[in-house]
């Protein structure tokens, strides 16, 4: 079974700052999705990034990029230039593609890591 | 983008009542759901996936006929929890697949506290 692992049950950064939140994942799968979510106080999962495990290039998506490590099954959130509005808990989540059969589709979650911001 | 709302946002119910959650797509079409359980500062636990026209499938643990999920359109599925109880009271989020989105993505809903007394 697949398992996602958040090691920093809380983080803190200075408004403008930068600040990386980590995740490791286990799998014996080749075709796989990894997900950054964000779940601000309302509660309501949004998803930040992407990263399809065939691709070597790091996504980004404006202040948030990843740093994927398929190797080493590591998969880090980097947020630049943080912000107040970017406190909120942060789940990493691992999706099996096509090929994890009844897998398919469902997300496992890692344990989440609430990102303070201070101004 | 895509909707998806569940009904109701929040809900208080006396032990051994049954309680129904609605989660709808709005704005497309989802042949499967995912019902999770969250605990506050918890991670997401999926509890099921549920197929329109078909039997849900439920995760190792999670008790069937506690959680009766029914998946009657393409754009409606219900968790009724049944002879609820005090350790049932959570937060309840479905999500729904959109496979005309990139990636098949999962939209999610914004989710139902159930409170039990």
């Known amino acids: 079974a697949q398992t996602v692992t958040q090691s920093q049950p809380e983080m803190s950064v200075q408004e403008a700052e930068t600040v990386t939140l980590s995740c490791t994942y286990d799998?014996?799968?080749?075709?796989?999705?990894l997900f950054w979510y964000k779940q601000p106080p309302s509660r309501q999962m949004i998803l930040v990034i992407r990263?399809?495990?065939?691709?070597?290039q790091n996504a980004t998506e404006n202040r948030f990029s990843v740093n994927f490590q398929k190797a080493a099954k590591s998969f880090s959130l980097k947020i630049s230039d943080s912000q107040l509005g970017d406190a909120a808990m942060y789940f990493c989540?691992?999706?099996?593609?096509?090929?994890?059969?009844?897998?398919?589709?469902?997300?496992?979650f890692g344990q989440g890591t609430i990102l303070t911001v201070h101004p | 983008g895509a909707v998806v709302s569940q009904h109701p946002s929040r809900v208080i119910c006396k032990s051994g009542t049954s309680v129904k959650i609605e989660c709808r797509s709005l704005?497309?079409?989802?042949?499967?759901m995912f019902w999770y359980r969250q605990f506050p500062k918890k991670s997401l636990m999926l509890m099921a996936t549920?197929?329109?026209?078909?039997?849900?499938?439920?995760e190792q643990g999670v008790e069937k006929d506690k959680f009766l999920i029914n998946h009657a359109s393409l754009t409606l599925s219900t968790l009724t929890v049944t002879s609820a109880h005090p350790e049932d009271s959570s937060f309840y989020i479905c999500?729904?697949?959109?496979?005309?989105?990139?990636?098949?993505?999962?939209?999610f809903g914004p989710g139902t506290r159930l409170t039990v007394l």
């Open positions: 999500s729904a697949r959109n496979l005309a989105a990139s990636y098949n993505e999962q939209f």
């Open positions: 799998t014996s799968e080749s075709d796989y999705y």
């Open positions: 990263q399809e495990a065939y691709k070597q």
């Open positions: 989540a691992y999706r099996a593609g096509v090929a994890g059969g009844t897998s398919y589709g469902k997300l496992t």
């Open positions: 704005d497309f079409q989802a042949t499967t």
């Open positions: 549920s197929n329109e026209g078909s039997k849900a499938t439920y």
